[in-house]
Every structure is written in C-alpha cells, then in structure tokens.
C-alpha cells in the first residue's frame, strides 16, 4: 500500500522542496550521473563545432567554384578579344631568307655577324614600331562602343626575340674588345676581331722592300695590327723592310683585295720617313725592319707585340695590345703602353727610360741613366742595376731613390729592395717592406705590413711611419744615431747600449755618442733595433753590358771587400766584421756539405739495409705460399 498521504503530487526524490527529500537519493549528487551529464555537454559542444567546420568549407568551396567560373569567364572573354601579331611571321621570314642567302654563298657570315654585332638594336625598335603600328590600325577600324582589344605576340616569338638579343650582346663584346681592347670577355677568341671567329686564315709573305734614309733620319713606324720587329743591324743606310700579311674571310676574293689593300706606304722624306700600314678589317701585318743604328724610331703600334734592339738612338714606342721588349739602346727610351694583359720589357739601355700607361707587369735592368715608371701594372715590377735615380709612381706606391745597384721586385703584398743608394722614399700602403743593404737617409710610410730595413754605412737619417705592422731596423755597429722610437700596442728591443725604454712602448737615447735621427713610430706592432756588421756598398757600380736579344745576360759579379787603408774607424770595423762573418759563414757551409753527404751516405745504407729486409720477407711469404699450396693438393 501507498504511504503517499491523499491528495499529495508523488515524491520527487531532486525536490528540495517536499518534506520526504532525502539527499541521499537525490540523483543529482550521484557522480555517475554528473559524469553523465558533462559527457552530453561535451557531445553537444562538439556537434555545434563540426556543424560550424562544415559549413564554412561548403562555404570556401561554393567561393572558390565562382572564383575560378568567374576566371574561366574572363580567360574565355580575352581569348575572343586577342589579336595575334603579325611579327612571328616576319621574323621567321627575316631568318630564313638571312640563313638561305648565308647557305648559298650570296652573304658572308662574318660579314653579316660584323653588322649584326653594330645594328642589333634596330630589332628591337622595328618590333616596337610594328606592334605600335598593329595597335594603331585596330583601334583606327574599331566602333567606339567596341570593347578593348588584346594584343600579343606569342611565347615563341618572345624566346627567340631574347635569343637574336644575347647573340647580338655576345657578338657586340666580342667585337667591342677587338677593336678597343676594353671588354673583357673571357673566350678562346682572346683580341682578334670577328673575322678570327667566323673566317678562314689567308696568309701571304711579301717581297723585302727597301728605302733609303740620310743619317741620324727619324723614323715613324705606325701598325694598326699584328707584330713589328725594328733592328738597327743595317749597315748599307737603308730601311729594309719584311711583311708578313694574314686575313681571316671566308671569301678568296676578298682575301686577296684585303692582302693588296695592307701593302705597306713609305711617306715623307728620307730625312723624316714614315711607314704606315693600312688597317683593314679581319687582317694584320707582322713587320721586320732593319735600319741603321742611328735612326731616331718612333712606333706606334694599336693591336701586336713590339720588339727594339741594338739602336743607338733616341726610341719612343706606343704600343695599345702586345707585350713590349726592348734592348741594346744606346740613347733614351720612351714606352707608353695601356694595356692591362700585358708585359714591358726594358734591358741593356744607356739613357734615361721612362715607361707610363698600364699593363701586368715592367721590367727594367741594366739601365746606364734614370728610370722612371708611372702607371698601374697589376703583377707588379722588376728592376735591377739602375745607375740613376729611380722613381716609380701608382695608385698605390710613389718610391724614389739616388741609384740601384741590387734589385726591386714589387708585387700586390710584397716590396722588396736591395742594394740600395739613398735617399730613399717609400710610401705605400698594405705591403711588406724590406730594405736589404740600404745606403744613405730613409723615410718610409706604410700601414697594415711589416717593415724592415738594413742599413749599411755610410747611414743616413732613418724616419718610419707605419700602422699596424711590426718594424725592424738593423744599423751597423759602430753607428751614431739619436733613437726615438714608438708602439702604441707593441714590445720594444735594442742591441745597442745607452738605449732607455720607459716601459709604455718606446725607445729613445744617444747611441755611441748620437748622431744621425732615426725615428720609428708604429702602431700595433713591434719594434726591434738590432746590430749589424754590413760593408760599405761599393762607390760606383760597373757599367751595365749591352746585350741584344738572343743573349743572356750574367749576374754581376759580387763586389770584393775594399781595403781598409784609408776609412774611417767604423767602417774599417764593418769591413773587419765582414770578413771574419764571411770566414764563418765558408766555414760553417763546407762543414754543412761535410755533415750533408754524410748524412746521404746514412740514409743511403738504411735504404739498402731496409730494400733486403723486404726481399728477405718476400722470399719467406713466397715460401709460405708454396706449402699452402702443397697442403691444399
């Protein structure tokens, strides 16, 4: 029976409320019941979110669909508007007819790859000029309510428009190097012009001709291209005269006008006689006079090499392209060369040599007066045995000296003299100097290099400016000088007594009584001033030998040690503490040699001992081998 009283709603266990509520059976407090709820919160929350993901990718791809149909449209649209052009058609015409005439012979390929080189440009505003012209009659028939037109030309046509414009660029370089010698374009071709890429090689020797020139005449020697070779070996007071003639065409016929156009031209006087050779296109002539000894020469030469020997004369030489060599002259030498692949060679010459312009390198030896060089040569320069004073300026160095009796070899790191005569100006920047047997005063300025200069007696005043680099000065024993020297971020050293150091990077003190200033200021790096025992420089070189080409000039021969009769007391020293170091040294070297073959004989018996060693282990392996193989049988 029903304990519900009448009249009574039935009991809710959830309902706070009714007087039955018992909270242990409300429902709500069962975690079974609260886990099943937040399930279904979660379920909900999830449905909510996929509903959400799926309708706004049904929307993103109901966008990209019209998207691409309203895309579709257009391209459809513009395909109808497009109007094709009409230079595909002629540009294929063009060519064709171009490659049928150059098949067939009626058109040089060098020919037309020499105007194409020049006038390629003129393609690309004809293209213009007819699209603009295209343009212009369409819109001209067009209504006025017509919608606007495209206009195109075609992918194809674009391609070989870009094509026709790198071969027109190409053959312009090539082409603009040969005549100018600027461009530096890399290839097999090296400086000839187009008739070298494309034509055949004619060649023709001509008769020797002569000519004949009054004593002491001048003559101007002017050669557009190829070789020239001047000897003063003629003794009948003629000119003689040699042509070596090469054409690059593919046609026989023009070989043959070309090779009678460079015929050479004797103008002028025979006081004042000039020989000039004809340019010609896609030629050259390759020159070899013989004149007196006496003639003033001047040569000019554009595209070739330059060889000068045995005149005894004043020569001046121009040369644009080609390595220039010079020997055997007897009077003065001017070279003016710009051309930055090439070498200047100047050797045996009594009178002054002055060489400016540019080039890879110039080499100067055995000069009887002053040499003078000006201008950038990128590999550097030589110079040995200058009885006057030098001086080499460029962009990067200006070196002056009183005379050069060793050598000087400059390079993009390294500056190296010995044997100097001062007073000796260096001013450089980022090189290593070394000045090797240096006379008189010195004053040098360089940064980011080391510096080093060995002094010999009679010593002149020492000044060196240098940034970031170590210095080294080495003076004779019996010196007299005055030091002051100076580091901003180095160590300080001195062999010499009376030498006071503060500790903070300097040198200064009066050195046997003081004397000469050397003055030595860097910054970070060292400075060391050590003693040396150098003999004197001799007072006067020996005359440099004339020598042509084809012979080979001897190193001088080293100086003896001079009497010490009549010196003064330090440098009868030096030559004293030369001659004992020199005894020393032929000492030291014959035992050296003595202490060498013996240890090659050593070496020698370990090889033999080491060579039986390994017989005997191949004898004993072959051995083993052979019982191996008799067991296995």
């Known amino acids: 029976m029903s304990t519900t009283p009448p009249n009574q709603p039935p009991f809710d266990p959830s309902n706070v409320n009714d007087p039955r509520y ?4 409300d429902p709500r407090l069962d975690p079974r019941w609260q886990k099943a709820q937040q399930r279904f919160y979660r379920d909900q929350q999830r449905a909510a979110s996929n509903q959400e993901r799926a309708a706004a990718r049904a929307q993103a791809s109901a966008w990209k669909a019209q998207s691409k149909a309203n895309r579709d449209q257009w391209k459809m649209y513009w395909r109808g508007q497009r109007r094709s052009s009409i230079v595909g058609p002629l540009l294929l015409i063009a060519l064709g007819v171009i490659f049928f005439l150059v098949h067939s012979g009626r058109i040089s390929m060098v020919n037309f790859f020499s105007w194409y080189a020049r006038w390629w440009p003129l393609l690309l505003i004809l293209i213009g000029v007819l699209r603009l012209v295209e343009w212009a009659i369409d819109r001209a028939r067009a209504p006025q309510d017509a919608p606007p037109m495209r206009y195109s ?5 674009v391609f070989a428009v870009i094509v026709l414009a790198f071969i027109g660029i190409a053959t312009h370089s090539m082409q603009w190097r040969a005549d100018h010698n600027g461009f530096g374009f890399v290839g097999p071709f090296g400086g000839n012009d187009m008739g070298h890429f494309f034509g055949q090689k004619h060649e023709e020797d001509s008769p020797a001709v002569e000519h004949a020139l009054t004593s002491g ?12 070779s001047v000897s003063g070996t003629s003794d009948d007071g ?6 070596h003639k090469e054409v690059y065409t593919s046609s026989d016929n023009i070989a043959t006008d070309r090779l009678r156009a460079m015929s050479p031209v004797f103008e002028g006087a025979d006081d004042n006689l000039r020989v000039r050779v004809p340019a010609t296109e896609g030629s050259s002539a390759d020159l070899t006079l013989l004149v007196p000894a006496g003639t003033r020469v001047q040569l000019n030469s554009d595209r070739g090499d330059v060889h000068v020997t045995n005149l005894k004369s004043p020569l001046v030489v121009t040369a644009n392209n080609g390595d220039v060599e010079i020997a055997a002259i007897t009077g003065s030498v001017q070279v003016h060369v710009n051309n930055r692949r090439r070498s200047t060679n100047v050797r045996s010459v009594t009178g002054d040599v002055n060489v400016n312009g540019n080039g890879d390198s110039v080499s100067l030896s055995d000069v009887n007066g002053t040499a003078t060089v000006k201008g950038d040569f990128l590999s550097g320069g030589q110079l040995e045995r ?9 962009s990067r160095t200006d070196l002056t000296l009183a005379r050069l009796d060793g050598q000087m070899s400059l390079d993009k790191e390294d500056l190296n003299l010995s044997q100097v005569v001062g007073p000796v100006r260096v001013e450089t920047r980022s090189r290593n100097i070394t000045l090797d047997k240096v006379t008189g005063e010195v004053k040098v300025v360089n940064s980011n290099g080391t510096v080093d200069v060995h002094a010999a007696p009679p010593t002149g005043a020492i000044t060196i400016d240098n940034q970031k680099g170590d210095v080294n000065v080495t003076l004779p024993n019996a010196s007299k000088f005055n030091l002051n020297a100076e580091t901003s971020d180095g160590d300080t050293h001195s062999d010499f007594a009376g030498v006071n150091s503060d500790g ?4 200064s003190g009066a050195v046997n009584g003081g004397g000469i200033a050397v003055r030595i200021n860097t910054s970070h790096g060292d400075v060391n001033v050590t003693r040396n025992s150098a003999a004197p420089l001799p007072p006067h070189p020996p005359t440099p030998t004339i020598t042509g080409f084809g012979s080979v000039p001897q190193p001088p021969t080293p100086p003896s040690m001079p ?3 009549g010196m003064p007391p330090e440098a009868a020293a030096a030559v004293e503490d030369a001659k004992r170091q020199a005894a020393e040294a032929r000492s030291q070297a014959a035992q050296s040699v003595a202490d060498a073959r013996q240890q090659a004989k050593e070496a020698m018996d370990q090889a033999k001992q080491a060579m039986k060693d390994a017989q005997e282990k191949q004898k004993e392996a072959m051995r083993m081998a052979r019982e191996a ?3 296995k049988d």
């Open 153 to 157: 030309v075609g992918g194809g046509v």
């Open 386 to 394: 200058v009885t006057g004073a030098v001086s080499y300026h460029s």
């Open 217 to 228: 005449a001048s003559l101007t020697i002017d050669n557009p291209r190829g070789d020239v």
């Open 504 to 507: 903070r990077g300097t040198l």
């Open 22 to 25: 018992d909270p242990s059976r």
């Open 629 to 631: 193989a008799k067991q």
């Open 563 to 565: 009497s010490t009769s």
């Open 238 to 243: 003629k000119v003689h005269l040699s042509v």
